[in-house]
């Protein structure tokens, strides 16, 4: 799925959701630990499944995505500069060389 599309997505939630919009940031974040933590339970006990688990992470996506959405984060270009960051800094620690062009995609 497409970051923008699972934004839209969120989007829609908020809007569907009483209060949606205006709950406070502290409900979301306790949201995201709350999924987390069952992410964890889905890993952790032997009678779930993947199906199960790609539940659990589905839930902790569309979390990042609320909340992205309500402090006006471009979640899309957060992931594509944060995987710039991590691969130059992996090149820099194993390889000790960087990029020529840090907009190349790398695949790791």
Known sequence: MDIKILTKQAEELLDLTENG?????HF??????EECGEVAESLNKSRKTNE???EELA????????IALKKDIDL???IINK??????KLLKRFHD???TNPTEQISL
Do not use: T
Request: a neutral charge; hydrophobic letters at 55%.
């Open 21 to 25: 919009w205006v709950r406070d940031i």
């Open 28 to 33: 979301d974040m306790s949201k995201l630990a």
């Open 52 to 54: 199960d688990l790609a």
């Open 59 to 66: 839930d902790v996506m569309v979390v990042i995505a609320i």
């Open 76 to 78: 899309e270009k957060a």
């Open 83 to 88: 995987q710039v960051k991590r691969v130059d």
């Open 97 to 99: 060389e960087k990029r």
